[in-house]
């Protein structure tokens, strides 16, 4: 009697996953149908936002509040919707410049207007762009520098002193922490982005786990199960070191089962936007989960499972690069990164990519690799002719001038504002061209430099490598984004 019990439970148990698997692919199915499309940028901005709050007022089933402001007047707004007794909070971009939750919150949001059979057991709680000042200058911080994220014990913020309220006042049993993290993270010895990295934070030093820490964590190992399927070893797992002054340790503290979802990198996702999709598809299946209690059957076991995030992925490696620097050769591997420069005279960003990285990176990875073995290495070289205006520029064939082995093209007149070009080609402004010194000249290479050079074979250009980006002249496959003024 007893065995044919287990295997009954063993059966409700497998059916109930199954139907969590089945709403899963029905999202995946329809989800162009309910993504926001006014939302097509990872910069969005507090302002871009709004008349989608708005127009929630209207929607029956939904309840808009103000909560208060932010230090420079902008409204933080909550979102409720749902009439089960489960309560469950979610909040985005604490940190200003992670944006990727925010716009998936409101792909969810369209999608719970017409799809209603979740919200009889659970009643939800958005608050998206907690940190709007941040998110205006695209930067972590707030209006006066502080991490909101280390100030749930002084609460200083406003902003921090509104996700308190809100949770206390919801008692939430469930908190969904939305973050972005840095693409360069890679799940733990391997050359796999963390594409999506989870924790289940602690709530004391000893790393305790109670009902409320391990709820999440069941939380966290069926969300892992649903990456899996769309980025198979692309998940990690952040250290579990208490943090007295963080948001997610508290909450946790305060009985809320807090669950922090942080996206990273995904090859070829630049704005995110598969990523973006991953958060809506993911989110809401922990949510069905939530809502039908198939978590509570989950083996907490796995949770440590995931493996931990490292971060030791680059933008471009490349290996086994030889140079030769005051008569001697030296073998490296190079990390090279492209870091993003706010353009305020811009609608967006530009890219300057430096060497972040110089010596035995055997242990490192990279999106891209390039093995630089039995090729001659060629510094950054400027086009002898120099252009006295910046309109000729657009009658270069910049293919041709990289494969004769130019990098650079100098210019006379050149707005000393402009930082950087469309063009997939550095430019130097004339008065800036070095003139060679006397004295120890310094290396090719060095951490900080920008990223341009040539590699060749045979007298040929085979790679060339702009401002971080890949030229690869035999597929010719031409991938630079934009050059700087160097």
Same mark, same amino acid.
């Given at each position: 009697?007893?065995?044919?019990?287990?295997?009954?439970?063993?059966?409700?148990?497998?059916?109930?996953?199954?139907?969590?698997?089945?709403?899963?692919?029905?999202?995946?199915?329809?989800?162009?149908?309910?993504?926001?499309?006014?939302?097509?940028?990872?910069?969005?901005?507090?302002?871009?936002?709004?008349?989608?709050?708005?127009?929630?007022?209207?929607?029956?089933?939904?309840?808009?509040?103000?909560?208060?402001?932010?230090?420079?007047?902008?409204?933080?707004?909550?979102?409720?919707?749902?009439?089960?007794?489960?309560?469950?909070?979610?909040?985005?971009?604490?940190?200003?410049?992670?944006?990727?939750?925010?716009?998936?919150?409101?792909?969810?949001?369209?999608?719970?207007?017409?799809?209603?059979?979740?919200?009889?057991?659970?009643?939800?709680?958005?608050?998206?762009?907690?940190?709007?000042?941040?998110?205006?200058?695209?930067?972590?911080?707030?209006?006066?520098?502080?991490?909101?994220?280390?100030?749930?014990?002084?609460?200083?913020?406003?902003?921090?002193?509104?996700?308190?309220?809100?949770?206390?006042?919801?008692?939430?049993?469930?908190?969904?922490?939305?973050?972005?993290?840095?693409?360069?993270?890679?799940?733990?010895?391997?050359?796999?982005?963390?594409?999506?990295?989870?924790?289940?934070?602690?709530?004391?030093?000893?790393?305790?786990?109670?009902?409320?820490?391990?709820?999440?964590?069941?939380?966290?190992?069926?969300?892992?199960?649903?990456?899996?399927?769309?980025?198979?070893?692309?998940?990690?797992?952040?250290?579990?070191?208490?943090?007295?002054?963080?948001?997610?340790?508290?909450?946790? *503290?305060?009985?809320?089962?807090?669950? +922090?979802?942080?996206?990273? #990198? &995904?090859?070829?996702?630049?704005? /995110?936007? !598969? %990523?973006?999709?991953?958060?809506?598809?993911?989110?809401?299946?922990?949510?069905?989960?939530?809502?039908?209690?198939?978590?509570?059957?989950?083996?907490?076991?796995?949770?440590?499972?995931?493996?931990?995030?490292?971060?030791?992925?680059?933008?471009?490696?490349?290996?086994?690069?030889?140079?030769?620097?005051?008569?001697?050769?030296?073998?490296?591997?190079?990390?090279?990164?492209?870091?993003?420069?706010?353009?305020?005279?811009?609608?967006?960003?530009?890219?300057?990519? *430096?060497?972040?990285?110089?010596?035995? +990176?055997?242990?490192?990875? #990279? &999106?891209?690799?390039?093995?630089? /073995?039995? !090729? %001659?290495?060629?510094?950054?070289?400027?086009?002898?002719?120099?252009?006295?205006?910046?309109?000729?520029?657009?009658?270069?064939?910049?293919?041709?001038?990289?494969?004769?082995?130019?990098?650079?093209?100098?210019?006379?007149?050149?707005?000393?504002?402009?930082?950087?070009?469309?063009?997939?080609?550095?430019?130097?402004?004339?008065?800036?061209?070095?003139?060679?010194?006397?004295?120890?000249?310094?290396?090719?290479?060095?951490?900080?430099?920008?990223?341009?050079?040539?590699?060749?074979?045979?007298?040929?250009?085979?790679?060339?490598?702009?401002?971080?980006?890949?030229?690869?002249? /035999?597929?010719?496959?031409?991938?630079?984004?934009?050059?700087?003024?160097?």
């Amino acid at each position: 009697m007893k065995y044919s019990l287990t295997l009954l439970l063993s059966f409700f148990t497998l059916l109930l996953f199954s139907q969590d698997d089945g709403f899963r692919k029905k999202l995946d199915v329809d989800y162009q149908q309910y993504k926001e499309t006014t939302l097509n940028k990872r910069r969005t901005k507090h302002v871009e936002i709004q008349p989608l709050i708005n127009s929630l007022k209207a929607e029956k089933g939904f309840e808009v509040r103000v909560l208060g402001k932010s230090i420079e007047g902008r409204k933080i707004s909550m979102i409720s919707l749902g009439e089960g007794k489960t309560d469950i909070l979610l909040w985005s971009q604490m940190h200003g410049d992670e944006p990727t939750a925010t716009l998936a919150i409101f792909d969810m949001l369209n999608y719970l207007k017409t799809n209603k059979s979740l919200l009889s057991k659970v009643r939800l709680h958005f608050i998206p762009m907690l940190n709007p000042d941040g998110a205006e200058k695209f930067t972590r911080r707030n209006a006066i520098g502080i991490d909101i994220n280390r100030d749930a014990l002084r609460l200083q913020t406003p902003e921090g002193r509104i996700l308190k309220s809100a949770r206390d006042s919801l008692q939430a049993d469930f908190g969904f922490n939305l973050h972005d993290q840095s693409t360069h993270y890679n799940a733990e010895r391997t050359s796999k982005p963390a594409t999506i990295s989870f924790l289940a934070p602690a709530y004391n030093y000893e790393k305790s786990i109670n009902n409320v820490r391990g709820n999440a964590m069941k939380i966290i190992i069926e969300m892992n199960n649903v990456i899996q399927k769309y980025a198979p070893g692309q998940v990690g797992r952040y250290s579990d070191e208490f943090e007295p002054r963080a948001f997610g340790d508290n909450i946790q *503290k305060w009985g809320t089962s807090a669950i +922090l979802v942080e996206s990273g #990198g &995904y090859l070829g996702d630049p704005e /995110k936007q !598969f %990523i973006r999709k991953l958060n809506y598809i993911t989110i809401l299946t922990a949510i069905h989960s939530i809502a039908n209690e198939t978590y509570k059957n989950v083996d907490i076991k796995k949770y440590k499972d995931i493996p931990r995030n490292n971060r030791k992925l680059f933008d471009l490696k490349m290996e086994n690069l030889t140079y030769t620097y005051l008569g001697n050769e030296y073998l490296v591997d190079l990390g090279i990164n492209k870091i993003e420069i706010d353009n305020p005279k811009h609608t967006n960003f530009y890219s300057v990519g *430096k060497i972040v990285d110089i010596g035995d +990176l055997s242990t490192y990875y #990279g &999106y891209k690799t390039i093995d630089a /073995k039995d !090729f %001659i290495f060629k510094s950054d070289e400027v086009h002898p002719k120099i252009i006295s205006d910046t309109n000729e520029l657009k009658k270069i064939k910049f293919d041709d001038l990289i494969k004769q082995g130019y990098t650079s093209i100098a210019v006379d007149n050149l707005d000393k504002n402009i930082k950087f070009t469309e063009f997939p080609m550095n430019l130097t402004r004339v008065n800036d061209i070095v003139i060679k010194k006397s004295g120890i000249p310094k290396p090719p290479l060095y951490l900080g430099k920008n990223a341009t050079f040539l590699l060749k074979k045979d007298g040929k250009v085979v790679y060339a490598i702009i401002n971080g980006f890949v030229y690869d002249i /035999k597929s010719e496959k031409n991938n630079v984004i934009n050059g700087i003024v160097k």
